[in-house]
């Protein structure tokens, strides 16, 4: 057990659909990101939150939003889904807002859009 | 086009072989790591350099980052079917962000017993 907690495992929706990703963070980690893992593209950073506060943003797209919440919880939001939205969405948390020292990854949410 | 690139992409090897994985940018990083990822969780911290020419040993596995920093290697010496997985690169820093680690294409690790 990592420490990052990640719900679901397991989602499958139909296209066009809206869902939630929920990530909690290791105890004592101030920041969030959100990445987005797919057999042609990798490990592909989406978004990072650091303390409540959008830090950085990758390539995400118009249609996800994502926010972390006082208790530093975090939710990535995903609409209007697409077949090519089909990916591992990884969470991962790091004590202060850099990623010098390396993140704690969670087991991942596998979203499957049919 | 990937910032990071890995090679070999898939590396099936027999216990006991020694292999290096690399890790190459024409970008300079603050600081380099590596992961392992097992099927079905997320990538675990192996190490993490920072200094240009530093040299990280965690048991059987030799990491290196390059004088310039833009590059790294993970050498695994005698391995095992334990090592099996898909390997990571992730640079911080490129171009003064410190935000968000850089993903490397991977490679993936077969030993067999």
């Known amino acids: 057990d990592s420490g990052v907690t990640q719900t679901p495992k397991h989602l499958i929706t139909a296209t066009g659909q809206r869902v939630t990703l929920r990530c909690s963070p290791r105890?004592?980690?101030?920041?969030v990101y959100w990445y987005q893992q797919s057999l042609d593209q990798g490990l592909q950073f989406l978004i990072q939150?650091?303390?409540?506060?959008?830090?950085a943003k990758g390539n995400i797209l118009e249609r996800f939003s994502a926010q972390q919440f006082p208790d530093l919880h975090s939710e990535l939001n995903l609409s209007s889904l697409e077949l090519g939205d089909s990916a591992l969405y990884f969470c991962?948390?790091?004590?202060?807002?850099?990623?010098?020292?390396?993140?704690?990854f969670g087991s991942g949410t596998r979203l499957t859009v049919v | 086009t990937q910032l990071l690139e890995q090679s070999p992409q898939f590396l099936s090897i027999q216990e006991g072989e020694n292999l290096t994985v690399y890790c190459n940018s024409s970008?300079?990083?603050?600081?380099l790591q590596w992961y392992r990822q097992e099927p079905g969780e997320g990538p675990v911290l192996l190490v993490t350099?920072?200094?240009?020419?530093e040299v990280k040993k965690l048991k059987r596995l030799t990491f290196q980052f390059g004088d310039a920093r833009k590059d790294s290697s993970l050498h695994i010496t005698a391995a095992q079917p334990g090592d099996t997985g898909l390997y990571l690169c992730?640079?911080?820093?490129?171009?003064?962000?410190?935000?968000?680690?850089?993903f490397g294409t991977g490679t993936l690790l077969a030993v067999q017993p």
């Open positions: 991962a948390s790091s004590v202060g807002g850099t990623g010098r020292y390396g993140y704690t």
């Open positions: 105890s004592g980690d101030l920041s």
């Open positions: 939150y650091y303390n409540g506060e959008e830090r």
């Open positions: 970008s300079v990083f603050s600081s």
């Open positions: 350099v920072v200094t240009g020419g």
């Open positions: 992730a640079g911080d820093g490129l171009g003064g962000a410190t935000n968000k680690l850089i």
